[in-house]
């Protein structure tokens, strides 16, 4: 074992020190009080004198760690987010560890609570911007009409055709603000069942054939799929997620082009892709295309018709039945959307 000479030294020292101050401090008394004190072997002198000092030592140590925890009660009370069923700390660094877990979930409150008001504030403006174009163009049309226009019937049969236009654009804004609505509450009630989706499908195609030939595209479904492709969820929910892709592609697509609606079979899941020849999607527009109302090409959007809320429909009816929608674009090739869902 090493000895280290420096500490004994310093003990040496320091007892020599203690020693001599024993002295001086009888001495002082003998001269004081003018009495003669014993003579008492010096290391009891030392003893005593030590013992006093680390009792002095220990009431300064007991009274510092009695303050430190009184003043973290008193903080802790201060502190109303602090659980008061939960053990109180007793220690600077505990109390601190509680105060920045508040302060972390506090912040996170407020960020969700400003994600939240600036949401409600998009959404409001959006409504009230899609609201007003066809109310604009119904109240120009009526009084149109109301000033004399209903005489001439070229005129009155044209602007009320318009007006029957907008309010079926309306129409169309309502319903599907209500199905959001429905969608975000949490209280969509899915009725899943299995089905053929290669069967809904072909039904789209069929309801969506004239508004394809008025854009002057083609829509085709993939015949190398033979017979039925059955799929587990909602019916009624999908056929509008495949009706809303589909209407997309079609108000997406350049003139005379196609849009192919194709499927592959997995071991579990059929996943369903929806292919259009359009103009595609910027890069940084992605990520945005299934929020509300998000138009890629405002004008080509808005003379389309439609709410604006397709895809985030499409988003929505997917998260329900625990899948999601996905996009991959080339911009000035086109896009391809797709989506998974369970086979039975």
């Not at 004399?148 to 599907?176: A, C, P």
């Not at 854009?215 to 587990?232: A, S, T």
């Not at 579990?268 to 527009?285: A, H, L, M, N, S």
């Not at 985030?312 to 090739?333: D, M, R, W």
Request: glycine letters at 4%; charged letters at 25%; a negative charge.
């Amino acid at each position: 074992m090493k000895i280290n000479y420096n500490n004994i030294i310093f003990a040496g020292l320091a007892t020599g020190a203690l020693a001599l101050l024993v002295k001086a401090f009888c001495y002082l008394l003998e001269i004081i009080f003018n009495v003669e004190i014993p003579m008492l072997p010096t290391v009891f002198w030392v003893l005593l004198f030590a013992s006093a000092f680390l009792m002095l030592l220990l009431t300064i140590y007991l009274s510092s760690k009695f303050q430190t925890k009184r003043d973290i009660s008193q903080l802790y009370e201060l502190l109303p987010d602090l659980d008061e069923n939960s053990q109180r700390p007793s220690d600077v660094e505990t109390l601190s560890e509680k105060i920045s877990n508040i302060t972390s979930d506090k912040t996170q409150e407020i960020d969700v609570l400003i994600e939240k008001e600036n949401y409600r504030r998009e959404f409001v403006g959006n409504v009230a911007h899609e609201l007003k174009t066809p109310l604009f163009s119904i109240q120009g049309f009526v009084l149109t009409l109301i000033e004399g226009g209903v005489e001439d019937i070229e005129i009155r049969d044209k602007y009320l055709s318009r007006i029957n236009k907008s309010v079926e654009r309306l129409t169309y804004i309502v319903q599907d603000l209500d199905l959001i609505t429905e969608l975000e509450s949490g209280n969509l009630k899915l009725e899943k069942t299995s089905f053929d989706i290669l069967a809904l499908t072909e039904d789209v195609v069929d309801l969506l054939e004239n508004k394809a030939e008025e854009n002057n595209v083609k829509l085709e479904i993939d015949r190398n799929c033979y017979g039925p492709i059955n799929v587990f969820g909602d019916a009624e929910k999908i056929e509008q997620v495949v009706t809303n892709l589909v209407t997309n592609a079609i108000n997406h697509s350049q003139k005379s082009s196609h849009v192919f609606i194709t499927f592959e079979e997995e071991k579990t899941r059929v996943k369903t892709i929806v292919k259009d020849t359009g103009q595609g999607i910027e890069p940084d527009k992605l990520q945005r295309i299934f929020e509300r109302f998000y138009r890629i090409d405002q004008s080509r959007s808005r003379r389309q018709g439609g709410s604006g809320l397709g895809l985030a429909i499409v988003k929505h009816i997917l998260e329900a039945h625990n899948q999601k929608p996905y996009v991959e674009s080339t911009y000035g090739e086109g896009a391809t959307f797709y989506f998974y869902l369970d086979t039975p």
